[in-house]
């Protein structure tokens, strides 16, 4: 009967535990979750700059940084709670393939901000959060400032040596060659900044070639 009474007071305490979560507390923690949520929403929707953007994926990682802070609210909250929770936790698996190594940093980012939100570190994770932003802004202002891109070229034997200089000029690198019966097709990676493309003005006029297509390369 002890031993009852016993482990009846401990889960009173557990609960009385739970107490020191008020409400304040978790609408606060919350909206500075948001806050931080927003940020990394903000720069992946301006600042994306991979084949697709998914509208969806983007309000994924706002959804992962409250259910993050969420769970670290509660496993704060009482010991019982956090083995339940890690129990429950550890059944789920995810599937879904990541498109974009990019895209695995923005949910590290997400999961991080409710961790550090939800352990009430809330100065570090609004400073995190725009280190990381600003930090991804330059890189992509500096990666995006001289793009890559497949030059893919369909010319005659006419045009063989005039499609060969060409390709020197630009500094191109061949990534395929396809020979046909009449003609060849030639798939060059090439390096260039702004939006000006007069060569493909100069291939146009060349006599023998048929067709050029520029095609911006993301790596996928």
């Known amino acids: ?6 482990e009846i007071k401990n889960l009173m305490g557990q609960a009385n535990s739970l107490t ?7 609408v606060a923690c919350l909206t500075f ?4 949520a927003a940020i990394i929403y903000c720069i992946y929707r301006f600042f994306y700059r991979g084949a697709c953007y998914s509208e969806n ?3 994924l990682l706002v959804m992962v940084a409250v259910i993050t802070a969420m769970i670290i609210l509660t496993i704060s909250s009482s010991v019982a709670l956090s083995l339940g929770t890690i129990g429950a936790l550890s059944i789920i698996r995810f599937r879904s393939a990541i498109k974009d190594p990019l895209d695995v940093g923005f ?3 997400s999961v991080v901000v409710g961790l550090t939100t939800g352990a009430g570190m809330v100065p570090f994770a609004l400073i995190g959060s725009v280190f990381i932003a600003v ?9 995006t400032s001289r793009g890559t891109y497949l030059l893919i070229i369909r010319y005659t034997d006419e045009a063989a040596e005039g499609v060969a200089g060409m390709v020197d000029e630009l500094n191109g690198r061949l990534k395929n ?3 046909y019966k009449d003609e060849t097709e030639l798939t060059v990676q090439i390096r260039f900044k702004g939006t000006d493309t007069p060569f493909l003005d100069d291939l146009k006029n060349m006599s023998g070639v048929s067709n050029a297509v520029l095609v911006e390369f993301t790596g996928e």
């Open 20 to 26: 020191t979560t008020t409400p304040v507390k978790i």
């Open 107 to 109: 949910l590290f980012w």
């Open 1 to 6: 009967m002890s031993d009852y009474v016993t």
């Open 57 to 59: 994926f983007a309000v």
């Open 177 to 179: 060659k396809t020979t």
């Open 33 to 36: 979750t948001l806050v931080c």
């Open 135 to 143: 930090l991804y802004i330059l890189l992509t202002l500096l990666r």
